[in-house]
């Protein structure tokens, strides 16, 4: 049994700075790849950054230069720390990590936090 839960959301207004949390429990062997997606109302889910066991990241291009994701492996966790925060940024936010949970299998499914909301507004 797997479980992320996430932490750090709320009300900011514009300009502003959060810094979300994820932090992965139970059963793991090892994580690759974490991320943060993001779904505003009416919007289909999408990726705002991810970053591999290796510390390679990528972003969502509305999201360079303002967010940085981080990890720490050592405790599961992933961060986004969110910065100059703008209206648009505002959507219910999603961790998400590949998970082995066997030592001799490398098989990996995505697990996914039950999310946190993220409103921007003056």
Known sequence: QVQLV???GGWVQPG?????SCAASGSI?????????????????????????GGSTRYA???KGRFTIS???????????????KPDDTAVYYCSAEIRTRYY????PTY?????QVTVSS
């Not at 299998?105 to 990996?108: E, I, K, L, V």
């Not at 996914?112 to 946190?116: H, L």
Request: glycine share 10%; no cysteine.
């Open 112 to 116: 996914w936090g039950q999310g946190t």
């Open 71 to 85: 990890r720490d492996n050592a405790n599961h966790t992933v961060f986004l720390q969110m910065n100059s925060l």
């Open 16 to 20: 502003g700075s959060l810094r979300l």
């Open 6 to 8: 996430e932490s750090g």
């Open 29 to 53: 062997f090892s994580i690759n790849t974490m991320g943060w997606y993001r779904q505003a109302p009416g919007k289909q889910r999408e990726l705002v950054a991810a970053i591999t066991s």
């Open 105 to 108: 299998s490398p098989y990996a």
């Open 61 to 63: 291009d509305s999201v």
